[in-house]
């Protein structure tokens, strides 16, 4: 199959629109893709709402190579995100066979309640994305990858299917330099760099250092000999303005 | 003016989709406007193209009372928030007057440069937001507001707001029940519960405590009562799941 060159994330999340936990698996995702030269276009947060998790569902999924969701696949019911992706897709759910298999030796037969038979459904079609963390799976269907929301099982699925995604012989590369002007001083200048640099995604970061305007330039690429020589650039750019000041 | 219930978060930041920065600002809003009762219903990260800010935006103002942003205010090229506000708005940037003065008071008359001078715009008909922590201002036009990437300036620029979402004397409330359980033991029963408590919403966030499932169920509403009969609800649930083990 060709790799996906972009993709973004869907969160799917109540606890984190509600100010109770700090999103952790995008802030993952978005480093594991950097590093295999995947661009990530898009990061949506949605609650716990079947509406709103198809409707961004179907938007990512025609914008870009692959989405990638985050939560929601548990047996509570407020875990709807199996049910939504098959809506999304205009498929039903089935009981996976094999997991329904794997749970019974795991917790004996007599023990699979509706709750974790809830667990075991995926779309139709569906390939389950399977990790050592939990016999509860993921789904992979079409261009869409669903993991679950633990970060710890998101982590581990998400290594599973990170071979899908751009390619690690070819990662993003960064480079920062460091900043002690505020971005004013420099900001005319930057912007000639970029546009002589258009392979290469430069942004500045400010902050305070103390009482201080200070902060980095970060240039990022795939082309390592458009990087170093946009690098180039941007530290001589800072090199003439300390010789000024 | 009313107050916003429900609102929106457009994060603008490559920084954040390249992995580089784990986003904190959403975060910080999240939980202020949970306590005001507001009802946060998307985060969206977004990268610095002014396509992408636009079509996001026009989506939230549409669906939510208010769309707060955070990033791409300074004065790189990169920083085209302003822009794309104006754009989405059909209306274009004005230099503020009042802003360039105190430029002028601060850094000196001559020190105006292009730089400075782009982060004195505002799109025509926005009320500046102003705070302590920068000369800079944010910009709050019909149902949008604009503010710093930067996270302290982005939380003083907050506070200046806040007054317009939600109210502080409705604010939501949250209660949260430690489980030592699978969630598959409860699901069916906390389903029951969260039918019979439709203002209150109920969510289980299971973890892995050594080699034992553990979590929180946690519960949030606007209506303390509703709260706590469903919180009571819970509780007695856990402890008859005690009693049968």
């Known amino acids: 199959m060709s790799h996906h060159k972009t993709a973004a994330i869907l969160v799917i999340g109540n606890e984190v629109l509600s100010g109770r936990t700090r999103e952790a698996n995008a802030y993952l995702a978005a480093q594991k893709l950097f590093d295999r030269?995947?661009?990530?276009?898009?990061?949506?947060?949605?609650?716990?709402?079947q509406e709103a998790i198809v409707s961004t569902l179907n938007r990512l999924r025609d914008r870009f190579d692959a989405v990638?969701?985050?939560?929601?696949?548990?047996?509570?019911?407020?875990?709807i995100t199996m049910d939504a992706v098959a809506g999304s897709l205009g498929v039903t759910l089935?009981?996976?066979?094999?997991?329904?298999?794997?749970?019974?030796?795991?917790?004996?037969?007599?023990?699979?309640?509706?709750?974790?038979?809830?667990?075991?459904?995926?779309?139709?079609?569906?390939?389950?994305?399977?990790?050592?963390?939990s016999i509860c799976p993921g789904a992979h269907i079409d261009n869409v990858y669903v993991l679950a929301g633990v970060p710890y099982i998101f982590e581990s699925q998400l290594d599973s299917i990170l071979s899908d995604f751009g390619d690690s012989e070819r990662p993003f590369i960064r480079r920062e330099a460091d900043v002690e002007f505020p971005e004013s001083a420099f900001a005319k200048e930057l912007e000639r760099i970029q546009l002589g640099y258009r392979d290469v995604e430069i942004g500045s970061y400010p902050r305070m250092c103390g009482n201080k305007p200070c902060g980095k330039i970060c240039l990022s690429s795939s082309n390592r000999d458009a990087l170093d020589k946009a690098f180039e650039a941007v530290s001589a750019m800072l090199e003439e303005l300390r010789n000024q000041t």
């Open 68 to 79: 990638i969701t985050s939560g929601g696949i548990g047996p509570t019911h407020d875990d």
């Open 94 to 133: 089935l009981e996976h066979a094999k997991t329904l298999e794997l749970m019974a030796s795991h917790y004996g037969h007599d023990k699979l309640n509706d709750g974790r038979r809830r667990m075991a459904r995926i779309p139709d079609g569906a390939r389950p994305i399977l990790c050592d963390k």
């Open 37 to 49: 030269g995947c661009k990530l276009g898009e990061i949506s947060v949605v609650p716990d709402i």
